[in-house]
């Protein structure tokens, strides 16, 4: 027979600038978020070290930048972004943009953020 193993988890959601992120999962070996962009909001222009992204769109429209090119998604549509790619996702629409992130590397902390652009004074 199978043994289960059940890890207590605590979903804690934090608020920034442009909107809010959830933590649904997170592993030794990958992490997810939920994340809302609010109407006219978007983050960082930014890049990682340690993890490659899958972006899902649950909700709304994204407009996402990858490395230059600009790439459109709606609920159900989905894009990856390369561990370096130089990536920012905005919401141009008057509805919340809701989408699932899920993180796979070998460090997922927030300190691997690189700022290269931020409409709120966060670069690095």
Do not use: C
Not at 34 to 51: A, F, Y
Not at 62 to 81: K, W
Not at 102 to 115: A, H, K, P, S
């Amino acid at each position: 027979m199978a043994q289960i193993t059940r890890r207590e988890y605590v979903q804690v959601t934090e608020h920034r600038p442009w909107g809010t992120f959830t933590v649904l999962a997170d592993e030794e070996d990958h992490k997810v978020k939920r994340i809302t962009v609010r109407p006219g909001q978007r983050l960082s222009l930014q890049r990682h070290r340690h993890r490659q992204e899958h972006w899902y769109v649950t909700r709304g429209r994204a407009i996402v930048t990858r490395n230059g090119e600009q790439i459109a998604l709606t609920a159900g549509e989905s894009v990856d972004i390369g561990r370096g790619d130089v990536h920012r996702v905005q919401n141009e629409d008057a509805e919340d943009l809701v989408f699932i992130e899920i993180q796979l590397g070998d460090y997922f902390g927030e300190d691997d953020i690189e700022r290269l652009e931020d409409d709120y004074g966060r670069t690095t």
